[in-house]
């Protein structure tokens, strides 16, 4: 059973916006969730965490200012506003049962996480 499920991705020009889903299908309550992206070639990268249970997020820096996280019941949204073609990647859902460190760098490390999403893509043409 796929216990994250993501949808929402697609094709976009620069400066557009898409919203990502990731709904927690067996309804765990895991208290932190994140996004990751793999682009071509490079390696994975977490982006946002969020915990859960107050809505405190932390961003990397390659998104702070352009993306923004939220969580309502089971499903975390990723809304992703300007975006640019480097922000093209396959882009995954985690979750974890524990929220410590989750609002933190420590939680968009990849070894944090054992629950993922399937994927979907974003491709921004410029």
């Known amino acids: 059973q796929v216990q994250l499920v993501e949808s929402g991705g697609g094709s976009v020009q620069a400066g557009g916006s898409l919203r990502l889903s990731c709904e927690d299908s067996?309804?765990?309550?895991?208290?932190?969730m994140a996004w990751f992206r793999e682009a071509p070639g490079k390696e994975l990268e977490g982006i946002i965490s969020i915990l859960t249970t107050d809505g405190s997020a932390y961003y990397a820096d390659s998104v702070k200012g352009r993306f923004s996280a939220s969580h309502v019941q089971n499903t975390v949204f990723l809304q992703m506003n300007s975006l640019k073609p480097e922000d093209s990647a396959v882009y995954y859902c985690?979750?974890?049962?524990?929220?410590?460190?989750?609002?933190?760098?420590?939680?968009?490390?990849?070894?944090?996480?054992?629950?993922w999403g399937q994927g979907t893509q974003v491709t921004v043409s410029s």
């Open positions: 985690a979750a974890r049962l524990s929220g410590t460190f989750c609002a933190s760098e420590e939680g968009t490390r990849v070894g944090q996480y054992k629950i």
């Open positions: 067996t309804k765990a309550d895991y208290r932190c």
